[in-house]
């Protein structure tokens, strides 16, 4: 089983830069491929980018595409989304997640086992 904790969110104006950071608990974090959603007010909870348990893959949903870059340090348990040129309709609470599925359906919320609790991410103009 797998905690998982965000932090890193705030208030930046447009333009701006944030780095999102997920910390993971237990001894197979890299057993897990992890992913980023997130949900803004009145709106569905949204993929975001997800990363395979080595690395060796990630995606990105289109509009966060050459903005975004998804990581992960496996030996210190740790997730990032480094977010650049951040525009007001990236504001959303921001989640972390892990799943023991397949890699195929990292877009999809019902393949993550675990989540975070979240964190706030709010892009002024």
């Known amino acids: 089983q797998v905690q998982l904790v965000e932090s890193g969110g705030g208030l930046v104006q447009a333009g701006g830069s944030l780095r999102l950071s997920c910390a993971a608990s237990g001894r197979t974090f890299s057993s897990y491929f992890m992913g980023w959603f997130r949900q803004a007010p009145g709106k569905e909870r949204e993929f975001v980018a997800a990363?395979?348990?080595?690395?060796?893959?990630?995606n990105n949903v289109d509009s966060v595409k050459g903005r975004f870059t998804i990581s992960r340090d496996n030996a210190k348990n740790m997730l990032y989304l480094q977010m650049n040129s951040l525009k007001p309709e990236d504001t959303a609470v921001y989640y972390c997640a892990a799943s023991s599925t397949y890699y195929s359906g990292h877009y999809l919320w019902g393949s993550y086992d675990y989540w975070g609790q979240g964190t706030q991410v709010t892009v002024s103009s």
């Open positions: 990363i395979s348990r080595t690395g060796g893959r990630s």
